[in-house]
Structure formats: structure tokens, C-alpha cells
């Protein structure tokens, strides 16, 4: 095949469906799901109390309209807002406890659950539809303190932590979605590194959409207490189905004084196929809050999956000298639609935050960046870096970037560059001539206009992510 | 080892080869030389593969093989080379991660080991004393901010590197100084021997003082208008191309 239109027509190979007894309510929500979830997971009342005034708050917001996406509103009542794999008992005490086909499942997806088998180095937590599966290596990190488990363990053994931490970086009322969420979310990941501590290994959730109604509504919540420091690494798959689910996730980080805490995510949701037809739409609030004195929040994302992407991880700087970081590389291809980027918004003095965002798109997708730097009046020394490089593959893609600069202090300095490049013939050309394969030279010029993205991921994770951009993109150039 | 038969190809509704007819064999160098607009860099990016470009008739055998039955990459692995006139730039992809990464592909259709990276950091020290090059344009970005001449001299490594049995080169002067010129047409004469040929696509006969042709072919409006041997480039240098193009109005005439 030649000319630029025949790389891109991999077929998702994660979009299988697992066949097992789940436990589902029935679709739609009102206050009754609400004190259903809530009496199913055995919650405080506080926590119910939550949920249901983001419940009612969220009935009197509406969706967002500004993102630079177009898609059919999802109806709110046609999904399931709980679906759990049904355990043989009713909470698994060990993992012989947990259903055969669930472990096949994740065996499938490269995430083996038992502890003897698990990634070297990295301690996982693994949520399925609405519920946490097993989380791996927690003893050994229990040793020095550190809690990593998932959410409805923590609200049952760390009540207090939870408490007094969640909704403190994303409140319930921040925006549609992530009211949604505070008032159903179902399960997620919760870290706690106590004062002082270095966590000695990589934590990784993995989260798996498997029910075709369902959507999932999981909430992460990570604290870095003073000088603490932690890796956290996050993966997601979908099956491959023609409806589109929604997953509405909200994350927050809390970095005190001289912590630090990097946030990578790979991202590879079903995205519908060739026609647009399918998909995840992934409405996500991430946001990172820098409390601390010289405290560090990293984002690093690599999002190449669902049918609509609207995620902006942020980074609140309050903390005097904090830093916050956002990497992203964001792919679309086919008739996937991304509006992403990342929110900086310095309140202390001397400040600093860097945004690097690479997007790439491909067949007839569209791929926005969107992105507000913020520097309030007492943010005296603040600094700004931004980078927003688009490369184009093939003629019917679109890029756009909406750089938003709001500066209300004069000795901030901000400084922003944009570059679109755009993976021609020519350029396919001049590799093929040297006797390389289309395939290999896209490979090669995306990993070059990423490096700077890529460089920020743990190397595993770096592995996978240029493998990833590779199977996304075959067919697209040739 | 390259036989052109009845070439015709355009671009978009343009005719821009009208029965091209060349016989190269090994050991030999071709100049081909012509005006402005004469077809003669359209006939090198036809023989690779250029996608604008459809051929629209005759037939091309490379060493045996149909070429155009062949993807632009398969061409190059089987022996066929072209220096760009204007290379392109490849921000972010290491030079020396380029030209291994090529070399290794060719090795493998050649079923040789590829180098690792120990043996290549040797092989290519070796290659770039060839075209007088500084070490440091391996570790930058392929051809990113290089000036013109660099971007030439960076073309004639690729060639060291890859050791085509046929390189097209494609207004390799332009853009060079003198020094510069006498240093990669001395790089180019090393590279050939009785197995490999050379096709020199050129507007000014200055480069033909260091590469010497076998034959000189002046193209003019898609088609081959005089023949002849070096001497011809004498004569292009002394009275330019305008009494050619008259001969042959005169003898198709």
C-alpha cells in the first residue's frame, strides 16, 4: 500500500469479555442506588453524607460544553452504577478465594495477581468494574508504614485519614463529573506514605472495565506526608464493545512540606473503531495539591485510548518554592476526539511548574490541548514553562491548542512555545530509502518527538508506552 | 544492473517522463545532466519510489528484478541508493539511531548479523573519517539545523554506511563549497568499484572535474535529447544547454 493512508488498523487485542457472576444493580440513579452503594460497602455515615450532597448538587449541574468534543450525551439513567464480580465469600480473605476466570483475566492483560508471580518491584492494586480485586505486596509495605489499599479497605480501616483528606483537592461541587463521582463512586486506590518515608516500590493500579452498562466511577487518593515520596503508576483496558462506557474517575494528591509525588498513567481504554462507532468516554478530574513548603506533584500521562478524552491534570501550588510538572503525549487516531492538557495555578512565591504536551493525531481524529497557567497576586517569583508540540499523520486530522495565561503578579515570568510538525511523505521517504520499513519509521519519528514525554516514565512503563504508540498507529502511514 | 525501458511517468495530469530509455551496467558512472524543469531529479525519485509520482508506462529491472514490484524500502535493501538534493530534518531521532538502524535492516535482508552497539560505534568512527566529519553530528537529530553542506556531507555517510550497488545522486553540489566538494567527490570515488554504479543528477558539469562519467545524458522536456561520453560536459560547461535543445528540435524536425 502507498500514500499516507494505509498504518493505523491494529485491532485492540485487550477487548475481550470476561464471563463471570457479577452482582449488578439495575440501571439508572437516584438517591436509592446512592444508599445502596453506600449500605453495600458497609459505609460510615459521614461518608453517605457526602455522596448524597454531591448527589444533589450534581442534579442541578449540566454537562460541560466547552471542550472541543462532540458526541451523544450519555443518559445518565442507563447505566449501572455498581457491578461487582461476586466473591464466593464475601470478601476475599486470600487470593484462592478469588474467582479462576478473574485471574485468567488479568493473566491475560500481563497483570498477575498472585504475589509470587507479580511484577518485580511493583506493588498493584487491581479494581474490576465498580470493586478492588487484591492488592499485592501490602504486607511488606505495612512494615514501614505505608497504607496502600483499595478505597473501600481504607474507609474501613483508615476512616480518619480518609476523612480528613477527601474532597480537600477536588470537592464535590469542582464540576458535573466529578460530582458524579463523589456522589457513586464505587472503589479505587488509596496511599498514604507517613513522614519521612521513601516508598521502596513502584504502585500500580490497574483498572478494568468488563460489564457493558457499567460505568466506573473509581476515586484514587494519594498522600505524600512531610519528606515522603512515592512513584504511582496507573494502567487501564477496556473490552471492545459498540456502546460506549462512561468512566468518570476523579484523583487527588496531597504533597505536604518536601514531598513529592509522581503520578504516570498509561492509558489505553477501548476507542471505539475505525468508524467512531464504540468506546470509553473518559471524563476525568485529576488534580494534585502542593501543600507543602518544596513540595512536588509530577503528572506524566500517555493517553491513547477511548473515543473521548476531557482530562486536565492539574497542580495546585500553594506551598512556597512547590513544583509542579505535567508530560503528557496524547494519540487519537480513527475518529477518537481528546481535549487535554493541564491546569497550573501558582498561589506561593517562587513557584514552578513546567508543562511539556506532545500530541499526535492520525485517520480523522481531533486532539486538543487546553491548557491555563494561573499566577495569583502573592505568587511573587513564579515561573512558568510550557511546551505544546502537535504532529499531524495524513490529511483529514485535526490538531488545535488553547493556551490560557492569566498573570496577576509582575515578577512572574511565563513562557510558553507551540510547534506543529506533521509526518509527511517526504519524510516517510527519506526512511524507506535508507531501507526502513514504513512501520519502523513512524515508530521511530513519534518516539522522537515523545523522548521528552517518555524519558519521565518508569522504565516499564516507558517500554510499554512506545510499544503502545506503535500498535496505535499501524496502518495509518504506508 | 539498472535497465530503463520506455519510461513514461507524471504527477498529478502532468507528463513528466516521455519514454525514458537507459542501460547502466556495473562499474559505470552516468551523469545526467539538463535544464531546469528537464526531468531529470523526477527520473531518480520515480527509480526510488516517490509517491507523487505514478508511472504510466515501460518497465525498470534492477539487477534482474522488477523494480516498481518492489516497496521503496525493499528497493533500498537491495541495493539502491539515492542522496537527496534537499534532505529532510528529524527532530528528535538521533543521527547515529537513524544510520543503525538502516544498516541493521540491510544486514538483515542480507541474512548478515546486525551490529550491536559496541561494533557499530566502531563501524561508524571508520565511516564518518571518510567524509571528514565531526563525531558530534552523530549524537544530534537527523539532520536538524545542519547546514546545507552538512546535510550533503551527512547524505554521502549514509551512503558509506549503506554501500548501495547503486546510488542516485541528486544535485550533490549544490550548496557545497569547493572544499566541501573536493572532500565527498573523493568520498564518493572511494565508494565505487567494478560491482557498483553511480548515477550523478547535476545542472553544472563542476562536479564532473571530481567524479568523472562513463556517459553523459542530457534530458530535456521528459526525454533524452544527446548522448556522449565526458567530452560532452566539456562542451555543456563551454556553450550551456540551448544549442542542445536546438539540435534536437532540428533533428526531430
Known amino acids: 500500500m502507498s500514500g499516507l493512508e494505509g498504518i493505523t488498523s491494529q485491532e485492540y487485542k485487550y477487548g475481550f469479555v470476561t464471563e463471570i457472576d457479577a452482582e449488578s444493580v439495575a440501571p439508572g440513579l437516584d438517591e436509592g442506588v446512592i444508599r445502596l452503594i453506600s449500605a453495600k460497602k458497609g459505609e460510615p455515615e459521614w461518608l453517605l453524607e457526602f455522596r448524597l450532597k454531591a448527589y444533589r448538587h450534581w442534579l442541578t449541574l449540566s454537562e460541560p460544553a466547552w471542550a472541543n468534543v462532540h458526541y451523544e450525551r450519555p443518559d445518565f439513567q442507563k447505566i449501572v452504577y455498581y457491578s461487582a464480580p461476586k466473591p464466593r465469600k464475601p470478601q476475599y480473605g486470600s487470593m484462592d478465594e478469588v474467582d479462576p476466570e478473574l485471574v485468567r483475566t488479568f493473566e491475560k492483560l500481563g497483570v498477575p495477581l498472585h504475589e509470587r508471580e507479580a511484577l518485580a518491584g511493583v506493588a498493584v492494586d487491581v479494581v474490576f468494574d465498580s470493586v478492588s480485586v487484591t492488592t499485592t505486596y501490602k504486607e511488606k509495605l505495612g512494615a514501614v508504614g505505608i497504607v496502600f489499599c483499595s478505597f473501600s479497605e481504607a474507609v474501613r480501616e483508615h476512616p480518619d485519614l480518609v476523612k480528613k483528606y477527601l474532597g480537600t483537592v477536588v470537592p464535590f461541587s469542582d464540576n458535573f463529573y466529578a460530582a458524579l463521582n463523589s456522589a457513586v463512586f464505587t472503589d479505587g486506590s488509596f496511599v498514604f506514605i507517613p513522614k519521612g518515608v521513601q516508598c521502596p516500590m513502584d504502585l500500580s493500579t490497574y483498572f478494568r472495565i468488563n460489564n457493558k452498562e457499567s460505568g466506573q466511577f473509581e476515586r484514587t487518593l494519594i498522600v505524600a506526608e512531610e519528606g515522603a515520596s512515592v512513584s504511582y503508576l496507573e494502567g487501564c483496558t477496556a473490552p471492545q464493545f459498540d456502546t460506549n462506557q462512561l468512566h468518570a474517575a476523579v484523583v487527588e494528591l496531597v504533597a505536604l512540606d518536601d514531598a513529592s509525588i509522581k503520578y504516570s498513567t498509561v492509558q489505553n481504554w477501548y476507542a471505539g473503531d475505525k468508524d467512531g462507532k464504540g468506546g470509553i468516554f473518559n471524563f476525568v478530574t485529576k488534580r494534585g495539591l502542593c501543600r507543602g513548603r518544596r513540595s512536588k506533584i509530577s503528572w506524566t500521562q500517555v493517553e491513547t485510548g477511548s473515543a473521548i478524552t476531557w482530562k486536565y491534570p492539574s497542580c495546585v501550588l500553594a506551598g512556597e518554592e512547590s513544583v509542579g510538572e505535567f508530560y503528557s503525549v496524547a494519540l487519537t487516531n480513527h475518529r477518537q476526539q481528546a481535549d487535554t492538557g493541564t491546569k497550573m495555578v501558582h498561589l506561593g512565591r517562587n513557584t514552578r511548574s513546567t508543562i511539556i504536551s506532545k500530541g499526535i493525531s492520525a485517520g480523522r481524529s481531533s486532539n486538543s490541548y487546553r491548557g491555563l497557567v494561573k499566577v495569583h497576586p502573592k505568587a511573587a517569583g513564579a515561573r512558568n514553562f510550557s511546551q505544546c508540540d502537535s504532529m499531524l499523520i495524513g490529511q483529514a486530522c485535526s490538531a488545535h491548542t488553547f493556551p490560557y495565561i492569566e498573570v496577576q503578579n509582575r515578577s512572574a515570568r511565563v513562557e510558553h512555545e507551540a510547534t506543529t510538525s506533521k509526518i509527511g511523505e517526504e519524510q516517510l521517504l527519506y526512511f524507506q530509502q535508507r531501507g526502513i520499513p514504513a512501520e519502523d519509521a513512524i515508530s521511530m519519528i513519534i518516539n522522537g518527538f515523545c523522548k521528552e514525554v517518555f524519558r519521565e516514565l518508569p522504565m516499564e512503563f516507558a517500554v510499554e508506552a512506545t510499544k503502545l504508540l506503535s500498535l496505535k498507529l499501524e496502518g495509518s502511514v504506508g | ?253
Not at chain 2, 539538463?34 to 507523487?52: I, R
Not at chain 2, 546535510?151 to 548501495?164: S, W, Y
Not at chain 2, 569547493?178 to 560491482?195: C, F, H, Q, T, W
Not at chain 2, 544547454?241 to 533533428?251: H, Q, T
Request: avoid cysteine; proline fraction near 4%.
Open chain 2, 1 to 253: 544492473m539498472l535497465s530503463i525501458r520506455h519510461l513514461t511517468a507524471r504527477i498529478g495530469e502532468t507528463e513528466v517522463l516521455r519514454g525514458i530509455d537507459l542501460e547502466i551496467r556495473a562499474g559505470e558512472v552516468h551523469a545526467i545532466m539538463g535544464p531546469n524543469g528537464s526531468g531529470k531529479s523526477t527520473l531518480g525519485k520515480v527509480l526510488v519510489g516517490h509517491p507523487a509520482y505514478e508511472v504510466t508506462g515501460g518497465e525498470v529491472l534492477f539487477q534482474g528484478a522488477n523494480l516498481f514490484e518492489l516497496e521503496p524500502d525493499a528497493r533500498a535493501r537491495a541495493g539502491l541508493f539515492m542522496g537527496f538534493q534537499h534532505p529532510i530534518e528529524v527532530p528528535g531521532v538521533s543521527n547515529t539511531a537513524f544510520l543503525r538502524l538502516a544498516y541493521n535492516k540491510k544486514a538483515e535482508a542480507e541474512g548478515r548479523d546486525e551490529l550491536d552497539p559496541l561494533e557499530w560505534e566502531d563501524f561508524i568512527r571508520e565511516k564518518i573519517r571518510l567524509v571528514e566529519m565531526d563525531a558530534a553530528f552523530l549524537d544530534r537529530s537527523l539532520n536538524e539545523g545542519f547546514s546545507g553542506g552538512e546535510k550533503k556531507r551527512n547524505e554521502i555517510l549514509q551512503m558509506a554506511v549503506l554501500e548501495p550497488r547503486l546510488a542516485i545522486l541528486d544535485e550533490l553540489d549544490s550548496g557545497l563549497d569547493i572544499d566541501a566538494l573536493r572532500i565527498l567527490g573523493e568520498a564518493v570515488n572511494r565508494l565505487m568499484n567494478p560491482d557498483r554504479a553511480l548515477i550523478l543528477i547535476t545542472h553544472f558539469p563542476r562536479i564532473l572535474e571530481m567524479i568523472q562519467p562513463d556517459f553523459v545524458h542530457v534530458l530535456n522536456g521528459g526525454r533524452i535529447i544527446k548522448q556522449g561520453g565526458k567530452e560532452l560536459a566539456h562542451e555543456l560547461e563551454a556553450r550551456g544547454y540551448d544549442w542542445v535543445k536546438d539540435e534536437s528540435l532540428a533533428g526531430r524536425a
